[in-house]
């Protein structure tokens, strides 16, 4: 399944980052460029690293 339309990113993207160490949003974005464009995949992707990668998500700064 796609996680991010815009970019291609799937599923087994987020997980093989994951298993690579990304365990961070904007690491993420940087190897994939997931949530770089509408920004609409940016929630469930999160969790979905979150998930993955075992760690606690961090709600994004709020200015």
Excluded: D, N, W
Excluded at 10 to 39: D, F, P, W
Excluded at 40 to 47: D, N, V, W
Excluded at 55 to 63: D, E, G, V, W, Y
């Amino acid at each position: 399944m796609y996680v991010c339309v815009c970019k291609g990113v799937s599923e087994s993207h987020v997980k093989q980052a994951a298993k690579e160490g990304i365990c961070t949003m904007s690491k993420l974005r940087c190897k994939t460029g997931l949530g770089s464009q509408c920004g609409i995949c940016r929630k469930s992707a999160r969790q979905l690293l979150h998930q993955i990668s075992g760690t606690k998500p961090q709600a994004p700064c709020q200015l």
